[in-house]
């Protein structure tokens, strides 16, 4: 009850709040946000799964993807930047296999974990104390020099963590949903735009709004994307998360949106309960991604689902390194197939490809897979 305490005393001092203030609170108080208190759980115990949780194959095919981007950057210094690291999972199984299978990278990169929580930091040295000497902590990319970094910045499930705003179309007017109090309780009205950034945000995308339809705005993906453009000098940017194209994103088949919340392994639409205690998310826009990164210099090499990226860079091999004789080996094979069926995760999550100041070397970078699962649905195609 503190967090939601102190965000009821805020409401009171302020007047209403926006759903982006408010999710602000709820995942990333110092104190009691739900990333920040240690509530944020991962895997069986957890709220949900993740891909690195399912099978180390995941951060096997990352190390694949960063050692042929070594090769084709060939600095003098490279540079693994993940984002939203959280425990350090991914970037363990990442550096093991680039250890075990490219000791010539490994052995030549230094891999910097973004994480703004320092109690998630202290564990990600726990973590990765076998690696440590490659290893840097820091907890924000704002302590990274401009065009400072040759290399790759990776992340996984971070975009759709970051606060957005809600705003729903009322006879063809953009509304904003604030959160405010009636009676003591949480309760949501409509009032007009915080910022212009809002109507801005959606002036590009030619797309008509369905009376009364719900959407969300994410301001600071475009944001964090730029600020990603501007430490990168030479190298590639991979984005992992769920989420859709615009004109996907926004079809009027979603009246409410796509926010949902996560609890013990079970979705709710109701943020203003366990407060501090669930995660609150909502489906990434890639146009907006791709859009903000090519302002700043970042090119879109491709726009896949992780099942076909997970393909392309052969995980249907490491499958096949497991036994159906044995049930441990049967296991894995399972595992590693919910990675990448469509049916499972494979077509949930995309996959982003950036590069910056790579053109001319990139004809060669991208394997050649003869499988292809194909998810084009209507408005799937690249924007501008």
């Known amino acids: 009850m503190v967090l ?77 930047v993940e984002m939203g690291a959280g425990k350090g999972i991914l970037a363990l199984d990442i550096l093991n296999s680039l250890k075990n299978s490219s000791p010539s990278v490994y052995n030549k990169t230094n891999y910097i974990i973004v994480e703004r929580n320092l109690c998630i930091l202290r564990e990600g040295e726990k973590v990765l104390k076998e690696h440590i000497h490659r290893v840097k902590l820091i907890d924000s990319l704002s302590t990274l020099n401009p065009e400072s970094t040759n290399g790759v910045f990776i992340s996984n499930e971070l975009v759709d963590s970051f606060p957005f705003h809600r705003v729903k179309f009322i006879n063809g007017e953009m509304f904003e949903i604030f959160v405010t109090l009636d009676k003591g309780e949480f309760k949501e009205v409509l009032g007009k735009p915080s ?45 992992i998360d769920y989420g859709f194209l615009a004109p996907e994103l926004f079809n009027p088949r979603r009246m409410k949106g796509t926010f949902l919340c996560f609890h013990k392994h079970t979705t709710n639409e109701n943020p203003y309960a366990n407060i501090g205690k669930q995660d609150i998310t909502a489906h990434v826009d890639f146009t907006n991604l791709i859009r903000a990164g090519k302002s700043c210099g970042l090119n879109t090499v491709r726009y896949l689902t992780q099942g076909q990226f997970l393909i ?8 096949e390194r497991y036994s159906l004789e044995d049930i441990p080996s049967y296991k894995s094979r399972m595992a590693i197939k919910n990675l990448f069926l469509p049916e499972l995760m494979g077509d949930r999550f995309k996959v982003l490809i950036q590069e910056k100041n790579l053109t001319h070397k990139l004809m060669s970078f991208y394997p050649s897979s003869p499988f292809r699962i194909s998810f084009q649905r209507p408005g799937d195609r690249l924007p501008d």
Request: net charge negative.
């Open 195 to 239: 910022t212009p950034a809002l109507r801005k945000y959606l002036e590009s995308y030619d797309i008509e709004f369905a009376n009364e339809q719900e959407i969300e705005i994410n301001l600071y993906a475009g944001e964090w994307i730029q600020s990603v453009a501007k430490t990168l000098a030479k190298g590639l940017v991979l984005t």
């Open 312 to 319: 392309d860079w052969g995980i249907l091999d490491i499958v």
């Open 4 to 80: 939601e305490d102190i965000i009821k005393s805020l409401i009171i001092k302020k007047g209403p709040i926006t759903f982006a203030e408010f999710m602000e609170l709820a995942l990333y108080h110092p104190e009691y946000g739900y990333y920040s208190s240690g509530e944020a759980k991962i895997g069986k115990e957890g709220d949900y799964y993740t891909s690195p949780c399912v099978h180390p194959a995941f951060g096997e095919i990352i190390s694949r993807f960063i050692a042929r981007a070594y090769e084709i950057i060939a600095p003098s210094e490279f540079t693994v």
